[in-house]
């Protein structure tokens, strides 16, 4: 049952990053899923231009976590991870 709904939850993060992805793509980035916690972190790594763009904590704040929090709610807190 666990199984289920942590894949479940994966889709449902994945379904929302694929509504970003295409505005990061063009500028020549993307954002990957690290992994999702047992206490509902997700940690997220820029990718590309992305990993060095000023910008990306802005992309990062006003994109991709509203966008989590709002299309999956299950997840407790959006976490950028730098490599």
């Not at 894949?7 to 509504?19: F, P, Q, Y």
């Not at 991709?64 to 299309?71: K, L």
């Amino acid at each position: 049952m666990e199984t289920t709904f942590e894949n479940s939850l994966a889709e449902k993060v994945e379904a929302a990053l694929n509504k970003i992805r295409p505005y990061l793509v063009a500028d020549g980035g993307n954002v990957e899923v690290i992994e999702i916690t047992n206490d509902l972190v997700l940690r997220l790594q820029f990718v590309g231009a992305c990993s060095s763009c000023s910008m990306s904590a802005m992309t990062f704040k006003a994109g991709i976590e509203e966008t989590i929090r709002r299309e999956v709610p299950e997840i407790a807190r959006v976490e950028a991870v730098v490599a």
